[in-house]
T-cell receptor, first 114, second 114 residues
Framework: DVKVTQSSRYLVKRTGEKVFLECVQDMDHENMFWYRQDPGLGLRLIYFSYDVKMKEKGDIPEGYSVSREKKERFSLILESASTNQTSMYLC?????????????FGEGSRLTVL | KQEVTQIPAALSVPEGENLVLNCSFTDSAIYNLQWFRQDPGKGLTSLLLIQSSQREQTSGRLNASLDKSSGRSTLYIAASQPGDSATYLCAVRPGETSGSRLTFGEGTQLTVNP
């Protein structure tokens, strides 16, 4: 069965802290994504990666960075957390190219920044 | 820019009713469309994916249709059950390249009453 695992379901951090959100997939997918989901704004793409060490900015990359050192792991980093980054963060992966291309999500990480 | 709209935003039905959820998109040049289910506080679970060359897909009590020319997709749920209560989101993918980004609707929150 397909599995995308996010390391933390719930986190509470203070303003200015550095935050790491980890995502691991076991499907050997090239493509991995980080979204945030907020009421009234829907899902917004932060960053994505289509290969190891490759990354592309999404629609709202400001205040975030990512790391993809291994194919199965895609990390989202908040260098200095702010209260407006309180949100639900969702990681997803997808097989490449013209294959069916279904997107698989993790369970989400609810981050609260105080 | 692609826009995806889901109407209604919320729907409440009695158990056993057949129902239709709607998804419309402004740019008909899509590669595929995917329907997801999201339970409160959880990630998204893929339900059905329709390629642009297909008209419909079925899985159990779910049937998704796609009319690319009119920019519409519907998700039909037969004989609804309380366990179907969740938010249903649709997402369109513009192309088959690795960098093609999904655009999500904001979802329809479905409540099935016993």
């Amino acid at each position: 069965d397909v599995k995308v695992t996010q390391s933390s379901r719930y986190l509470v951090k203070r303003t200015g802290e550095k935050v790491f959100l980890e995502c691991v997939q076991d499907m050997d997918h090239e493509n991995m994504f980080w979204y945030r989901q907020d009421p009234g704004l829907g899902l917004r793409l932060i960053y994505f990666s289509y290969d190891v060490k490759m990354k592309e900015k999404g629609d709202i990359p400001e205040g975030y960075s990512v790391s993809r050192e291994k194919k199965e792991r895609f990390s989202l980093i908040l260098e200095s957390a702010s209260t407006n980054q309180t949100s639900m963060y969702l990681c997803a992966s997808r097989p490449p190219g013209p294959i069916v291309g279904e997107l698989f999500f993790g369970e989400g990480s609810r981050l609260t920044v105080l | 820019k692609q826009e995806v709209t889901q109407i209604p935003a919320a729907l409440s039905v009695p158990e056993g009713e057949n129902l239709v959820l709607n998804c419309s998109f402004t740019d008909s040049a899509i590669y595929n469309l995917q329907w997801f289910r999201q339970d409160p506080g959880k990630g998204l679970t893929s339900l059905l994916l329709i390629q642009s060359s297909q008209r419909e897909q079925t899985s159990g009590r779910l049937n998704a249709s796609l009319d690319k020319s009119s920019g519409r997709s519907t998700l039909y749920i037969a004989a609804s059950q309380p366990g179907d209560s969740a938010t249903y989101l649709c997402a369109v993918r513009p192309g088959e390249t690795s960098g093609s980004r999904l655009t999500f609707g904001e979802g329809t929150q479905l409540t099935v009453n016993p």
